[in-house]
């Protein structure tokens, strides 16, 4: 009992603590997803390009970012890429940037697989019909299949920030200000370790339940059209 005690002690004393740490989590991650999916819509269509050599491109740049660990494409962003473009290190940028940059690249390839399969899970057929009345393929694809598409897509995309939640995590090795963050300002301040940990593991498991609930109840929404 004394040790739960602990727990909640640590959790209320320094709940404003815990508390900034926590909406730095939830900014970063909607920041992440938010751009990840501008570039991942960007790469999808790039995917599905009739031209082989975007589409390889593409394809490439998917499977290097899902298949290298974050915490390594971190490092990078953060530490070679400023040396790598001189126009970035001219600006003297923060290093938030590059971190948020790294999140953004990352979330994009797995965004561009959502939105590819959402499109493709649309009834060929009705891309047919549609062309075949003399519409055109953009039209086609912003009238016809995206309107459908997005009901796949939506709640894939909540599930997506969901992860991002957990993964911004991460971040705290490069000293951002989120909710592992705080593990580390109570650490060197006051002295305290393991009792943290446990704040911090249960603020992320309320956080990710009423994500998940909040997903769930879009997908039913967005079920009764069908």
């Known amino acids: 009992m004394n040790l739960i005690a602990e727990i909640f002690d640590v959790a209320w004393r320094f709940r404003a603590v815990f508390f900034e740490g926590m909406l730095g989590t939830l900014q970063l991650a909607s920041i992440t997803v938010f751009f990840g999916t501008l570039l991942g819509a960007l790469v999808a269509l790039l995917r599905m390009s009739r031209s082989k050599i975007l589409s390889t491109v593409a394809k490439l740049y998917i499977d290097i970012i899902r298949g290298t660990p974050m915490l390594v494409q971190l490092y990078i962003f953060y530490m070679f890429v400023p040396q790598m473009i001189p126009a970035l290190k001219a600006l003297n940028l923060p290093e938030y940037f590059y971190i948020v940059l790294s999140l953004v690249v990352n979330s994009a390839a797995y965004v561009s697989e959502i939105i590819r399969s959402g499109i493709q899970a649309v009834d060929k057929g009705q891309t047919e019909a549609a062309r075949s009345l003399g519409m055109s393929a953009s039209h086609c694809m912003t009238r016809i299949i995206l309107p459908q598409a997005i009901k796949n897509i939506l709640p894939a995309l909540g599930n997506e920030f969901i992860m991002m939640v957990k993964e911004t995590s991460l971040a705290s090795t490069f000293y951002v200000n989120e909710l592992m963050r705080t593990k580390i300002i109570l650490q060197s301040t006051y ?28 997908e039913r929404r967005l079920a009764v059209g069908d």
Not at 195 to 205: D, E, G, K, P
């Open 191 to 218: 002295f305290i370790t393991w009792q943290s940990l446990f704040v911090i593991a249960i603020i992320y498991y309320v956080l990710t339940t009423i994500l998940s609930k909040l997903v769930s109840l879009l």
